[in-house]
C-alpha cells in the first residue's frame, strides 16, 4: 500500500514571464481581449508602457 500525500502550502511562483514589444498597449490588449488576463498594473513615462504587469 503506498503512503498517504501530504500536501503542501501553496507558494509563489518563482518563474516569471517577461515580453518585450515594440506596441506594448496592443500586447496588453490582445493578452487581455483573448486569454482574460487583467491589468494589475500599468507604467507610462510620456506615453510610452515602461512596466506592465497582468494577472
Excluded: I
Excluded at 14 to 29: I, M
Excluded at 30 to 55: C, I, K
Amino acid at each position: 500500500m503506498s503512503e498517504p500525500t501530504t500536501r503542501r502550502k501553496a507558494q509563489n511562483p518563482t518563474v516569471y514571464l517577461a515580453l518585450q514589444a515594440t506596441d506594448a498597449p496592443a500586447l496588453t490588449d490582445y493578452h487581455v481581449n483573448t486569454f482574460g488576463f487583467v491589468v494589475a498594473a500599468r507604467y507610462e513615462d510620456d506615453g510610452v508602457v515602461q512596466h506592465a504587469q497582468l494577472a
